[in-house]
């Protein structure tokens, strides 16, 4: 069984910085691409950053030049530094893996319960 666990995420004020990150554990064959969405209260879910096992990464336009995401691929674990925080920040940030388990089959995406993250002004 294929689990994602994300640790990270708080309460910080406009300007500061937080790391949140996310481990994919269990019978996994590859992983494609991980990634971090958001989903900030009233509005829809939408994607953060992503990065392939090449590590090739793409950004929303909103956190371009202010979060980096990264990724081990050993370890099975993705990164997101976000640095100067706003508070249009604010949200439940998810992780996300687009990855093959090892009992086969297709590659299917799995999601991490998700982590709060509050910036105040």
């Known amino acids: 069984q294929v689990q994602l666990v994300e640790s990270g995420g708080g309460l910080v004020q406009a300007g500061a910085f937080l790391s949140l990150s996310c481990a994919a554990s269990?019978?996994?064959?590859?992983?494609?691409?991980m990634g971090w969405y958001r989903r900030a209260p009233g509005k829809q879910r939408e994607l953060v950053a992503r990065?392939?096992?090449?590590?090739?990464?793409d950004y929303a336009d909103s956190v371009t030049g202010r979060f980096t995401i990264s990724r081990d691929n050993a370890k099975n674990t993705v990164y997101l530094q976000m640095n100067s925080l706003k508070p249009e920040d604010t949200a439940v940030y998810y992780c996300?893996?687009?990855?093959?388990?090892?009992?086969?089959?297709?590659?299917?995406?799995?999601w991490g319960q998700g982590t709060q993250v509050t910036v105040s002004s």
């Open positions: 996300n893996a687009n990855l093959r388990p090892g009992s086969g089959g297709s590659y299917i995406n799995f």
């Open positions: 269990g019978n996994i064959f590859s992983i494609v691409a």
């Open positions: 990065i392939t096992s090449g590590h090739s990464a």
